[in-house]
């Protein structure tokens, strides 16, 4: 079965770059899925970012489309993340997930990790 | 951007309840619905997909319905394990989320 397993630094500097990678085990990630990322700030909603195709398709949320840049590597079945001029608004548990395009859903979830924006 | 709400924010309920939840979409999204269940500390986990198909191994209890842009997430007869926050989910030009509906209980 596809597991998803996000890792990154914990801490982010204010103005920097968050960068985030989700390894796909169990499955090749050039199958027919798109594959997202969701954040979630501390005791607050789900929040999608973006997502990709394996075909390097993307699509973004249009309020952060102009920080967000996914990427895919088929040679590591792995995607990632770059968030470019966090702030403090930025602090959250990030997760990756596969979006299957049959239902059109996130089926698959990673556990998710938590990245603070803070000097 | 196509506004998610759902309704209520907060639900108290007891174990045996009929519980519904309702999302409302800005605009019509046919049936690109989804729900999820979200526990503190845990990954959202899918539960209904396409408003109203049950995802496998979720429970029958579970059930949605609803198309355009009204939909609602019943849960027949809640359990212990089902104190949780659900989230609606729309797929239309973009994805996103409702904002949440804490079933807490009564």
């Known amino acids: 079965q596809v597991q998803l397993q996000e890792s990154g630094p914990g801490l982010v500097k204010p103005s920097g770059t968050l960068s985030l990678t989700c390894a796909v085990s169990g499955g090749s990630i050039s199958s027919s899925n798109w594959w997202s990322w969701v954040r979630q700030p501390p005791g607050k909603g789900l929040e999608w970012i973006g997502e990709i195709y394996h075909s390097g398709s993307t699509n973004y949320n249009p309020s952060l489309k102009s920080r967000v840049t996914i990427s895919v590597d088929k040679s590591k079945n792995q995607f990632s993340l770059k968030l470019s001029s966090v702030t403090a608004a930025d602090t959250a548990v990030y997760y990756c997930?596969?979006?299957?395009?049959?239902?059109?859903?996130?089926?698959?979830w990673g556990q998710g990790t938590m990245v603070t924006v803070s000097s | 951007d196509i506004q998610m709400t759902q309704s209520p924010s907060t639900l108290s309920a007891s174990v045996g309840d009929r519980v519904t939840i309702t999302c409302r979409a800005s605009?019509?999204?046919?049936?690109?619905l989804a729900w999820y269940q979200q526990k503190p500390g845990k990954a959202p986990k899918l539960l209904i997909y396409?408003?109203?198909s049950l995802e496998s191994g979720v429970p029958s209890r579970f059930s949605g319905s609803g198309s355009g842009t009204e939909f609602t997430l019943t849960i027949s007869s809640l359990q212990p394990d089902d104190f949780a926050t659900y989230y609606c989910?729309?797929?239309?030009?973009?994805?996103?989320f409702g904002q949440g509906t804490k079933v807490e209980i009564k």
């Open positions: 396409k408003a109203s």
């Open positions: 989910q729309q797929y239309n030009s973009y994805r996103g």
């Open positions: 997930a596969r979006v299957l395009v049959a239902i059109d859903a996130f089926d698959i």
């Open positions: 605009q019509s999204i046919s049936s690109w």
